[in-house]
């Protein structure tokens, strides 16, 4: 690769907003024939918004939402933000939270008003022997919208869940053809639920969606595609995308998301579009052919 043609390259795409940390993933670029892309904040705007409260053990919405507010006002996850936001708008004050417990993945712990509050996934309250078997129509029903549906347990019993909704960037469904025009294999990952996931995907049209990953587990899909014999360019914004990101071969964080995940890429995406993607590939073979 001459140096001058990489220069050019490089120029070029970043008029694109297409930031590449150095010339050698100009080079790189082209190869690659897998995408992997987070869903929330990638494929989605990633600003959830509170849409549904089912309560089922007779409080009244304002005690459920002091509750659970007040354990999420404790968490730093994007969610619980989202629902935070969301109780305040219904001009709800906060309980008062005597011990706080985030567990990534899963969910939130919190002993609030003297009572232990656990907010979270299916699996937060089976491994707390929590019966939801009550729950779980509605859950399926709004996962099914490609809600996300976060269950809620008082010392012990199944209380009510709560649901936020993202919504799809405009651009993400064009993007996601353009690389299967490309002959590249699209992946969606995420931490939500399948059911959710899959209603996403199908949205945007992705059939092939790994979903329930736990934090550190992104980076190990990477290197089980990567031992396939594929070459892997990894998408993201958030913190736990960090190191998928570092380990693929390509990492490509979105410009609006964390600084950890922009520190971990090898490009950076300034326009949140994943049109973005395929114009990267379609600038580095260029790029490549006027080398030879
Ligand atoms: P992601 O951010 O990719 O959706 P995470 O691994 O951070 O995934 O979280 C997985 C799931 O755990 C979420 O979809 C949600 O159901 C649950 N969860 C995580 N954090 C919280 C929280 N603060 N409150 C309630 N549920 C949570
Ligand atoms: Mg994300």
Redesign the pocket.
Known sequence: ATPTSIMAGSGRAAEFGILFKGGEHLETTHHIDTVIL???GTVTNGTPVLTDVLIENGMGEQHFLSLIGA??KQ?E????QS?VQGIQERKISLALVQEFE???????KAVVNQKVLL???RK?MKQNNVDITKALPAMEDLEGQGK???LASIDGEYAGLIAVADTIKDTSQTAIKRLKEMDIQVIMI????QR?AHAIGNQVGIDQVIA????EGKAEEVKKLQAAGKKVAMVGD?I?DAPALALADIGMAIGTGTDVAMEAADITLIRGDLNSIADAILMSRKTMRNIK
């Open positions: 987070d869903k929330t354990a999420e968490s996850h994007p969610l619980a629902i985030a567990i990534p993945g899963y969910g939130v907010v979270g996934t937060l996300t549906a976060m995420t931490g939500d639920n959710t329930e990953v736990l934090p958030g736990n």
